[in-house]
């Protein structure tokens, strides 16, 4: 058994409010979801990577109540969405702009990638990369 590399991969948050999170990545990436509907919006990252925001109440009616309640850590990291960009900076004042909050300005990182911190409405930490 393997992973079949001939689909998207989908990495999927779990938000508060999904019109206001639909909102902020569409004024942060500067495009609109290709999916957007009750419970479920998709934002196509890479040409097989889509970013998916789902309601917190959404996810627990699926798995039928039988995890701890995301809304429970609302504003606590709970993810880390590492994109790699041409600008760190310009995607840094984005984030500020569409209502995230900076944590740290793009500098050069002992691992060598030039990155900008920050997160969105719901606490999930967005980084925004460069390799030098």
Do not use: C
């Not at 990252?45 to 109440?57: D, H, K, V, W, Y």
């Amino acid at each position: 058994m393997s992973i079949n590399k001939n689909e998207n991969l989908m990495i999927i948050i779990y938000v508060k409010d999904q019109e206001k999170s639909k909102l902020f990545y569409e004024e942060l990436l500067g495009y609109k979801p290709n999916l957007h509907v009750p419970g479920m919006t998709e934002f196509q990252l890479l040409n097989n990577a889509l970013l998916g925001i789902m309601p917190e109440e959404g996810i627990m009616r699926v798995l039928q109540n039988k995890i701890p309640n995301p809304k429970e850590a609302n504003g606590i990291p709970r993810s880390e969405i590492y994109l790699f960009v041409d600008d760190p900076d310009e995607y840094y004042i984005r984030l500020v702009n569409a209502g995230g909050t900076g944590i740290s300005k793009a500098e050069l990182r002992n691992w060598g990638d030039h990155v900008a911190y920050g997160s969105d409405l719901d606490g999930h930490i967005l980084a925004f990369a460069k390799k030098i």
